[in-house]
């Protein structure tokens, strides 16, 4: 599969090395420094390149956005429509001043499926540190850690879906883009955001949740949010 990846750095970053690892192709985009990106993407092999925003919005079969959430707005200008696209938005809505509130009571990956009308959004990648996904990647299956994901087009979930067992993570899927409070910042208790989940705890987590029950108490393996 193609994947255009806006914003390369850590979260990005990685997941376009777990994806060029499993046979997928990558384009990187969106950063202050091309020369950067066309060497990040030379590390990467032959299935990798660097190039404009722009291009791997064209580019992908998927478009992956991480970038910091003050920068939505410029990264989704530079890639034009992005209509009928599947965009995975990894991105956590702090600002200046920590984790912002949203108008309307709208989640996160409600706001950003506005500001990129027809996009096929799936909100995932974003509950724990970059650098926790980069360590534990690929464990046996009952030890996977899961990332959740929310999006309302379930042929987007599943070629997503797709896209996270071959990143060597288990997927839960939270249910459409109005569901993605509990995945989204900040860390807090009865949300599932920062919190390291396992198949089996997942399933039971996702069940409490769509029953409107609170989520069963999991094991503490430490807590790894983004804090912005
Ligand atoms: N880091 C985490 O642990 C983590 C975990 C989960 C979710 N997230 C979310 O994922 C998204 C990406 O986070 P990240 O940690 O991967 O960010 P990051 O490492 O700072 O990467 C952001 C990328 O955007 C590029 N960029 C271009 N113009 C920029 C500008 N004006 N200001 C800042 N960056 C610019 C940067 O490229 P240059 O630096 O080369 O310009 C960089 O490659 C965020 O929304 C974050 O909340 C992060």
Redesign the pocket.
Known sequence: MKIGV?????????AARLWVAAGHEVLLS????QA??EADAAKLGERARAGTVAEAAAFGDVVF????????D??LAEAGPLTGKIVID?????GREGAQSLPDGQTAAEFNQRRMPGARLVKS?????????ASEAGRPAEQRVVLFMAGDDAEAKQVVAGLIDDAGFAVADLGGLADAGPME?PRRAGALYGEEYRPAEAALAVAALRAGQALPATPDYSG?????
């Not at 990894?90 to 702090?94: G, I, K, L, R």
């Open positions: 806006i914003g390369a750095g850590r979260i990005g970053g990685n969106f950063s202050r420094d950067r990106l956005l991480s970038v910091p959430w003050t920068q939505v410029a990264a990894t991105t956590n809505q702090f990648f974003n509950t724990l540190t970059a650098a926790f996904q910042a790894h949010s983004d804090e912005g």
